[in-house]
């Protein structure tokens, strides 16, 4: 199926679904760059950093399963160990080989997970989840049956007043960015009663918790992004796991927690620094 110029979507089997796969550049561009969305998100994250490195390198945009257009699976386990497990399928089925993996929120995490498994040349962790980050209690609740059963409908009833009240309040640090196209690419997916349903599913298997065994410095170069702004990463957890990691580390002033999205600018052109560091380390080069 084909999107705007420069969009392919592909979907591509795990033993739990099919996920969908956004690509751009160009079909030989190296290294080929794995971009992965937070919690409740979608591909459409990465598309602005993509669209402007994608004349020179190769982009993979992934909807996890139960989100964007990858499939529903609402009885899948969403925990950490199997959101790796259907990447890494996924990538291999691909004939992908050793990328650089881009994540963001909880994309970061999977990214972090994943990395040994691929062999992965980088990682660009931007606005990440953090070990330290506290899991909601009230996502306890999702434990039980009733309330799993009733937040898909009260998802797709309200999922446009909800999804703005996020990104408002929690999403970006200035609301101008809260427009009703954005707001759609958000909400939009939710209104399909499937999806809808998994949702319980993927917030109740969230625990920043299962990121603790990578507290630890990182084999490749990493670069950690953060937002001056973000109300759900604070900036000094962000610099705090960044030196956990052996990370370089990056504050964008004016930004909350999208910053693929606010400063798409900025954080392609971090993007872009991470990967002639790759590049120039697989060189010889010393990039100390």
């Excluded at 079909?27 to 794995?34: D, F, L, T």
């Excluded at 705090?240 to 798409?264: I, M, N, Q, V, Y």
Aim: net charge positive; with cysteine; proline share 7%.
């Amino acid at each position: 199926m084909v999107g705007v110029p420069g969009q392919v979507l592909e979907r591509i089997e795990t033993s739990d679904g099919r996920l969908a796969v956004e690509r751009h550049g160009p079909a030989e561009g190296q290294p080929v760059i794995v971009c992965l969305h937070g919690l409740s998100a979608n591909r459409a994250t990465w598309r602005p950093v993509a669209r402007r490195l994608a004349d020179r390198h190769r982009f993979l945009l992934m909807d996890l399963l139960g989100r964007g257009d990858s499939d529903t699976a609402p009885h899948a386990r969403y925990d950490l160990e199997s959101e790796v497990r259907r990447l890494v399928s996924a990538v291999e089925r691909m004939q992908v080989l050793r990328p650089v993996l881009a994540g963001h929120s909880h994309g970061a995490a999977i990214a972090l997970a994943a990395a040994e498994h691929l062999d992965a040349r980088g990682l660009f962790l931007v606005n990440p989840i953090t070990p330290d980050v506290r899991r909601p209690a009230l996502l306890g609740l999702l434990s039980l049956p009733l309330v799993r059963s009733g937040l898909g409908p009260v998802l797709r009833i309200f999922r446009r007043p909800l999804t703005r009240y996020i990104l408002v309040r929690r999403v970006f640090a200035d609301d101008r960015y809260v427009t009703d196209e954005t707001v759609s690419r958000y909400a939009t997916p939710w209104r399909d009663p499937a999806r809808a349903a998994a949702l319980s599913g993927i917030l109740g298997a969230w625990n920043p918790e299962e990121l603790r065994p990578w507290a630890r410095r990182a084999d490749r170069p990493v670069r950690v992004v953060a937002g001056a702004h973000d109300r759900r990463i604070g900036a000094e957890l962000a610099r705090r796991w960044a030196g956990e990691l052996g990370a370089s580390f990056d504050l964008l002033p004016d930004c909350g927690h999208s910053a693929p999205e606010e400063k798409p600018d900025e954080t392609a052109a971090l993007l872009a620094n991470l990967l002639h560091t790759v590049q120039d380390r697989e060189r010889g080069y010393d990039t100390e």
